[in-house]
């Protein structure tokens, strides 16, 4: 099965785990997507809070895996 986008939950989490979602899905630290989200906020006026938002209604939350 490929990869799907989702929300993490948990300790990976900060806030709506969209962040560290994107993160997995690409494969990068999800520090650096969390500082790319705050300086394309600060450059946007803001506006980027909104698509975060519409993010996090769209996106679906990670299925909890069972060990």
């Known amino acids: 099965?490929?990869?799907k986008l989702t929300r993490l939950t948990g300790?990976?989490?900060m806030f709506l785990g969209i962040c560290a979602g994107l993160g997995k899905y690409f494969?990068?630290?999800p520090t650096l997507v969390r500082v790319a989200t705050a300086i394309v906020t600060f450059f946007?006026?803001?506006s980027m809070i909104?698509?975060?938002f519409i993010m996090a209604f769209i996106i679906p939350?990670?299925?909890?895996t069972v060990l």
């Open 61 to 64: 939350k990670e299925e909890p």
């Open 44 to 46: 946007s006026f803001g």
């Open 1 to 3: 099965m490929g990869k």
């Open 11 to 13: 300790k990976d989490a």
């Open 50 to 52: 909104i698509v975060y």
């Open 27 to 29: 494969e990068i630290d």
